[in-house]
């Protein structure tokens, strides 16, 4: 598992009847691939993954696998309990995955020997590749630069760090205690040129989704410090890549991916699709985008 590049934080397209539809699934991923993509994850927050049941999760792994045509897929491990977490991480180990992208547990946020038991034991349930999603922000849960590093001494297979508590001053710090020893990924769109300056070298991305070849022309950009380049096509992408960054990221994404035709804006319940001033504002800045786009070589979605 090489951890680098851009790593799309999958949507997962239901139908009208709000069942998974696997075969429009398919497509997206090798297309997102065929944009210069280095991976897929499948089951985060982006794909809606508390609204799976296990033998949903179990399926999106082993199509987004398939799909994948050996490029890694990386499955996102959730779930309330510490047992299912660990049944999910070896479902991943069957159907194929290269890695696993560890959450803290869903409801409970837990004290660090509480969340510590956790993770070690997803870590341990595999011998998959292993990335910590830090999230504070919608999880209630801080990994700290402190307990990263005393998790990377005491596992092997820990071998990344999505790190989405927004503040970029947090890849220096992990860095500064753990060396090369962790690959660290942006987790949050609107902070990727910051983060890649401060020294990560992943991006687990959301508006990718419809934006393939944008997202991956930035990183480069970004990685090979082509300023100038960057900026201007930042510029560009920021309104769009801020959307990440709400509560209603998941709408949202799915709302430009219906606008670009690149996907649905099906959402299941909780959660409902946008509408009124939400809905016309986020149209307003895809036609924004659409107009003023920038010319990016990439390649169209499939029809």
Known sequence: MKWSGVMP????????????????????????????????????????????????????????????????AVAAISALSTAEAVALAK?????????????PPYVYPGDWRETKVHVAAIFRATKLSGMLYNNPVSYGTDFVPEQIAELAEEHENFAAVKESSTDVRRVTAIRALSGDRLKIFVGVDDAIVEGIGAGAVGWVAGLVNAFPAESVALFNYAMNGEREKAFELYRWFLPLLRMDTVPKFVQLIKQVQQETGTGCAWVRPPRLEVIGEELEATRAAVQHAMATRLAVRGTAFPG
């Open 9 to 72: 934080a999958m949507t997962t397209c239901f139908d009208e009847r709000l069942q998974v539809d696997h075969s429009f699934m398919t497509r997206h991923a090798r297309w997102m691939l065929a944009n210069g993509c280095t991976g897929i994850i499948s089951l985060g927050s982006l794909g809606e993954a508390a609204t799976l049941n296990f033998a949903e999760k179990e399926a999106i792994l082993r199509n987004v696998t398939a799909a994948a045509g050996g490029a890694p």
């Open 91 to 103: 479902a991943a180990e069957q159907a194929g995955c290269a890695g696993l992208m560890v959450l």
